[in-house]
Structures are given as structure tokens and as C-alpha cells.
């Protein structure tokens, strides 16, 4: 998945719903779970009861603290293996058509800037690593679902990849990997990934709702609008990048951003 030659020195963080996607993976998988017997179709409703406030008005703690709970009772009894592989089955019909184009295009001059590119998802992390793939991703971090014996969540989450804990996650890859957090990226649309934003050199607000939309005033951070969906297939970054990538720097990262901003209105 790797498709960096030279060792990078900084990554690219991005979120996954509403930022990278236009909607919430859950909400876009929901049928593909449903006829693999994952979840009902009255599961498949209080789902989008319970992302329903996040997708109007964008997430806070409160709702955060509950989709967590949720998140395990909901996928308590399910195959591990089955849920990934369905999310693999069904990436080219559900996931593939609501990607920002903006994103994609990002994705790619990050690549070819050298940059590693990190998809980081309050999602499990068996569905977070099918879409990464997709995505062209070097590294996929997710929430971790306890597994019993037989590889079936038993309705514990044991890390929720949010706020504060997707901030952590994000640091200790960092660490690893030896990237420097002063010059890496992150985007994201959430006030919730505040603690993220406010851990790397570049923050990048996308399509944000009110409290990060005032943290990125008060901070003088980019702001973008993502308003197309394409297909990663035929992203135009993606079917251009071979004739680009001997040139595309740093530089054309920032060029990017800079034509890409959103003015204040």
C-alpha cells in the first residue's frame, strides 16, 4: 500500500466521515451489513438515529460518548472476518462514489510530496483498513473492538479512536515512524479532533462544523470546502499523478491548499 520510495519525515492525518467521505462509512455500508446479516434492518435505523445529529450539526462529547456505546452494543455477536470482508465486498458500490474529489486530489500531491498519507476513523478499525486500502493510505488507525475466542466482538470497545484517544493514536504512529508532527498535516471537520489539529504543524479544517470553525478563526487555520464526489478510480489527481509526481514538492501541497481556501463570509 506504500507507494512512497524514500522514507517519509511527515504524514498526512486525515478523518474519514465528512471529510475524506461525504457521509459517515457507517451510513454508506449500512445496506451491504444488512444483507450480509450483520445487523437488521431496525439496527440499520437506530444507526442513523444515532449519526443523524452528527451529520446535521456535527459531533460533540455527549453524542460522541454515546455512539461509543453504541458502537459496541451494536457490533456485539459479529464475525471480525465477516465484517471486513464485507466492507471490501461492498467498497466499489457503497464507499468508491462518495469520495470528495478534493480529498482525492489532496491524497495524491501528498503522495507525491512524499508524504505518508493516515486515514484515522472513530470506526472499527475492520472497516477503517478496507477503505485505507482503497484510498491508496499508508497507515489506517480505527476504534479496536475486543474479540472473544472465535474472533467475535463481544461489545467492549477498547480503544475509541476519538478526540483526545485518536490524538494519542495518531502521536504514537508518529513516534514510530519517526515523522516530525511539526510539519505534518491533519484534516478534519469535527470540533472533536481538536486535540489532533492542535498537535501538528499544519491544521486544516474541512467543511467545519461551528466549534471548529471558531477554533480555526481564533487559530488562523486553513479552511476548505469539499462539495464533489468522485469516484477514487477515476479521480483526475489520480489519473494525472504519474506525469506529476517527478515535480509535485511540498510546495505543490501548499499551492493547493492556498487555491483550495474557503474565505470567511
Not at 472465535?150 to 485518536?166: A, M, P, Y
Not at 491544521?203 to 467545519?208: D, E, F, I, Q
Request: proline share 4%; net charge negative; aromatic share 4%.
Amino acid at each position: 500500500m506504500d507507494t512512497v520510495r524514500t522514507r517519509p519525515t511527515c504524514a498526512a492525518f486525515f478523518d474519514l466521515d465528512k471529510t475524506v467521505l461525504a457521509t459517515a462509512s457507517s451510513m454508506a455500508l449500512r445496506d451491504p451489513l444488512v444483507r450480509a446479516g450483520l445487523i437488521t434492518r431496525r439496527g440499520a435505523a437506530i444507526g442513523i438515529l444515532i449519526h443523524l445529529p452528527y451529520l446535521l450539526r456535527g459531533a460533540d462529547e455527549r453524542l460522541m460518548e454515546r455512539m461509543r456505546e453504541s458502537l459496541g452494543e451494536l457490533a456485539r455477536g459479529w464475525d471480525a472476518t465477516v465484517l471486513e470482508s464485507t466492507v471490501t465486498d461492498a467498497l466499489a458500490d457503497s464507499i468508491d462514489p462518495v469520495c470528495h474529489t478534493e480529498a482525492l486530489d489532496l491524497i495524491a500531491l501528498h503522495h507525491a510530496a512524499g508524504h505518508a498519507v493516515v486515514i484515522a476513523s472513530a470506526s472499527v478499525e475492520e472497516m477503517v483498513r478496507p477503505i485505507a486500502t482503497m484510498l491508496g493510505a499508508d497507515h489506517a488507525i480505527g476504534s479496536v473492538a475486543e474479540v472473544d475466542e472465535d474472533n467475535t466482538f463481544t461489545g467492549r470497545i477498547l480503544h475509541f479512536d476519538h478526540g483526545e484517544e485518536k490524538a494519542h493514536a495518531c502521536e504514537r504512529l508518529a513516534q514510530e515512524q519517526g515523522w516530525d508532527l511539526a510539519e505534518c498535516f491533519a484534516y478534519s471537520d469535527s470540533a472533536t479532533d481538536l486535540p489532533l489539529l492542535h498537535l501538528v504543524g499544519h491544521p486544516v479544517a474541512v467543511n467545519p462544523d461551528r466549534g471548529l470553525r471558531e477554533a480555526a478563526r481564533e487559530n488562523d487555520w486553513q479552511v476548505l470546502s469539499f462539495t464533489h464526489t468522485a469516484r477514487v478510480r477515476t479521480s483526475p489527481a489520480r489519473v494525472l499523478l504519474p506525469l506529476a509526481v517527478a515535480t509535485l514538492t511540498t510546495c505543490a501541497v501548499g499551492y493547493a491548499l492556498l487555491r483550495a481556501r474557503r474565505t470567511w463570509g
